[in-house]
């Protein structure tokens, strides 16, 4: 949505409270069931603090479960069902071979953050993209698609939560830090069930993984938890780490706008608005299964 309707629907939902449904409220048989929608970022945090639940149902014209049986003005901000959803997507990835693998194992001693031994190298390629052509995810994609989608090579048309597309309930960020963070295991563990390795064993995506605090710049307190991701790409010999912040453009710079040639180094700590966001705690690095261009993920 454009800036002008995204306040139009805050206001709406500040105004309408009475008309937002819990998601449980649905009918029982198949068939479409209505809209279920939920703040991200931002948003989350703006509706959190008026109250306003962040994740509910909207009862549209003609709902058959609507107490009123009225239009809400709500649902006019929402897609039409009746038009096909952007189908996932993958952009194109190439491979660059073992040798540049086994080089940097046998200069650096690392393969993003995580130590690795130069022999295990050498059955290890990577399927890489574009270094400085976004054009794939900063098109129609920006906004349905963020860090891990970006990580995964694969765009769901919706942000991916690590652990859904593995059958799990998965775990969402930018909800409270003291109640909701996980810790680093539990965070691998559900990139493993999405279908990450932590080893390389062939043609893979290389990414590497960090969980971060989302603080109040005026009280200095730290009120939500975020996770973000950074994939491998290359520039001729040179190392390129990619990433995309939100909906954010995706980009090969960090926070001070210089090339991120290992995420270790680069700078993780973005302002957004009254909060500081800091990526601080490594997970670690993981590929994708051998002979694999993307992860398929879901929301």
């Known amino acids: 949505m454009a800036d002008d309707e995204i306040a139009d629907f805050r206001s709406l939902a500040q105004s309408e409270r009475d008309n937002l449904l819990p998601l449980a409220q649905a009918p029982a048989g198949l068939g479409f069931k209505g809209y279920v929608v939920r703040a991200e970022g931002k948003d989350a945090r703006w509706v959190s603090a008026r109250g306003l639940p962040s994740f509910f149902r909207v009862p549209t ?42 080089r940097d194992a046998v200069i650096s001693g690392a393969v993003g953050d995580a ?19 976004f054009s794939f995810w900063n098109g129609s994609r920006q906004s349905i698609s963020h860090c891990y989608c970006y990580a995964a090579n694969y765009s769901p048309g919706m942000f ?4 859904v597309a593995g059958g799990n309930n998965g775990i969402r960020s930018r909800t409270p830090y003291a109640s909701d963070r996980p810790t680093a295991t539990q965070f691998a563990n559900a990139l493993k069930a999405d279908g990450w390795k932590e080893s390389c064993t062939g043609a893979s995506l290389c990414i590497v993984a960090y969980l971060g605090k989302i603080t109040d710049r005026a009280s200095g307190n730290v009120v939500f938890w975020d996770f973000h991701f950074y994939r491998k790409n290359l520039n001729g010999s040179a190392v ?18 210089n090339y991120i ?31 694999t261009r993307s992860v398929v993920i879901s929301g």
């Open 240 to 257: 390129r780490w990619c990433h995309k912040p939100g909906s954010r453009t995706a980009r090969n710079t960090d926070s001070s706008g």
């Open 115 to 133: 130590p690795v031994m130069a022999a295990a190298a050498t059955a290890c390629s990577l399927n890489y993209t574009s270094w400085n052509d």
């Open 261 to 291: 040639t290992a995420p270790v180094d680069a700078n993780r700590t973005t302002i957004d608005g009254p909060y500081e966001i800091h990526y601080g705690e490594n997970v670690g690095t993981f590929y994708s299964p051998a002979g």
């Open 160 to 163: 991916g939560t690590p652990g």
């Open 61 to 102: 014209l003609n709902d058959p479960w609507s107490a009123t049986q009225q239009p809400v003005p709500l649902s006019r901000f929402l897609p039409d069902p009746s038009v096909p959803v952007q189908p996932p997507a993958i952009e194109s990835a190439r491979n660059e071979g073992s040798g540049l693998q086994l």
